[in-house]
């Protein structure tokens, strides 16, 4: 009853915002699974099996420093394109598949907004992967994520969470993104926890010069140990002229405008995309990995290139593990999939696939069964 109060009393908090949303269902019919699009000298991530339920930029938290919002084929608008045969697709392509690396729900949109499409077809979806045992992760800003507390899988022990928390100054986080409270979504990572599931934190991105602040980003893992975090990922944003122009916009038009100036300054333009010059990234890496030390929390880094001589986070803990199908048809877990850096033996792999040390991202026939060849009678 109380995780059922608190959902629909966000959901009636934010009615206004969601009533002026459809969600519509439309047919996937192009292949679902899906890795990381970066190739392997680019590489940051093990291999993925990505699963989006809307399309690329169909949400409506709109978070400002969104990638995907950065290219012209994200959608836009009031209409929420949901993939309503999803469920349906996972479930054929899980079954034709003899590797499976860890399913990512979801990479450009969030699979729990306030809509009741998303959040059905994310469920559904999510009991497919349940139901072929293999690994997932659930990236979600939002409490409704504690719907799955109401489902007959909320013990499954190959799940995890990952829930982002980029600040906790209510007033900025409000600036970058239409998602839940801060409070909200802090007492979320809670109840999640006390119902033994596995949740990750994401300060993801760190703006640095608006979301960087000594005291707030002190304050922000605080909390983040008080409710019982112990794995936390970050990144300091990579964004391209388009997504940039749309942050620092709208942050001009906030009460926050003065600082614009500072955040020009410090993300420097360079192939295409504005990163965070490395003096200060390193400089607010270390100063994440001082208060991961202080609360005993482990501390990974998303999608960004740093010196392993000046700096060394663990390995990221988001995804999960990749799943060979044994004998008897079931998936087993046998590594994290980190192909190109962690393969116990890349001379004889334990998946019995030489292909995926290589192919970043992978080719959906590297994943697929061996054709069993007929022999005449």
């Given amino acids: 009853m109380r995780i059922l109060f608190i959902i629909e009393g966000w959901i009636h908090k934010h009615n206004k915002d969601s009533s002026m949303f459809t969600a519509v269902p439309i047919e996937r019919r192009s292949r679902l699974i899906h890795d990381f699009p970066y190739r392997a000298n680019q590489r940051k991530c093990p291999h993925a099996a990505i699963v989006n339920?809307?399309?690329?930029?169909?949400?409506?938290?709109?978070?400002?420093?969104?990638?995907?919002?950065?290219?012209?084929?994200?959608?836009?608008?009031?209409?929420?394109?949901?993939?309503?045969?999803?469920?349906?697709?996972?479930?054929?392509?899980?079954?034709?598949?003899?590797?499976?690396?860890?399913?990512?729900?979801?990479?450009?949109?969030?699979?729990?907004?306030?809509?009741?499409?998303?959040?059905?077809?994310?469920?559904?979806?999510?009991?497919?992967?349940?139901?072929?045992?293999?690994?997932?992760?659930?990236?979600?800003?939002?409490?409704?994520?504690?719907?799955?507390?109401?489902?007959?899988?909320?013990?499954?022990?190959?799940?995890?969470?990952?829930?982002?928390?980029?600040?906790?100054?209510?007033?900025?986080?409000?600036?970058?993104?239409?998602?839940?409270s801060a409070f909200r979504r802090f007492r979320a990572i809670e109840q999640l926890l006390d119902a033994g599931v596995d949740v990750v934190a994401r300060v993801d991105p760190i703006i640095s010069g608006f979301t960087d602040n000594h005291d707030e980003l002190t304050e922000l893992f605080e909390r983040l140990n008080s409710v019982g975090i112990r794995d936390v990922t970050i990144s300091t944003g990579k964004f391209n002229a388009r997504v940039f122009e749309r942050l620092t916009s709208r942050i001009e038009n906030s009460p926050f405008s003065d600082l614009v100036t500072q955040i020009q300054a410090k993300y420097a333009l360079k192939d295409g995309n504005h990163s965070l010059n490395f003096v200060d990234r390193l400089k607010l890496y270390r100063q994440v990995e001082s208060l991961c030390g202080k609360y005993e929390m482990t501390l990974s880094i998303c999608l960004e290139q740093y010196d392993p001589a000046l700096f060394r986070p663990t390995q990221c803990t988001t995804l999960g593990k990749l799943t060979v199908r044994d004998e008897r048809g079931h998936f087993t877990p046998i590594c994290n999939g980190d192909c190109l850096t962690s393969c116990p033996d890349k001379a004889a792999p334990l998946c019995q696939n030489k292909k995926l040390a290589t192919e970043y991202p992978y080719k959906w026939g590297t994943l697929r069964r061996p054709k069993t060849k007929r022999t005449s009678s």
């Fill in 53 to 180: 339920v809307t399309k690329s930029g169909n949400c409506i938290f709109d978070c400002v420093y969104c990638y995907a919002k950065g290219y012209p084929w994200s959608g836009s608008g009031r209409s929420i394109e949901v993939y309503e045969n999803t469920p349906e697709l996972l479930d054929a392509e899980l079954s034709s598949v003899a590797i499976c690396p860890p399913l990512y729900f979801c990479a450009v949109t969030d699979p729990f907004q306030p809509l009741d499409l998303v959040c059905n077809t994310a469920l559904r979806s999510m009991s497919v992967a349940v139901k072929h045992n293999v690994y997932f992760t659930i990236v979600t800003k939002s409490d409704l994520v504690l719907k799955i507390l109401d489902t007959n899988w909320a013990d499954y022990k190959r799940l995890r969470v990952s829930l982002t928390c980029e600040s906790i100054n209510e007033k900025k986080l409000h600036v970058l993104s239409k998602a839940p």
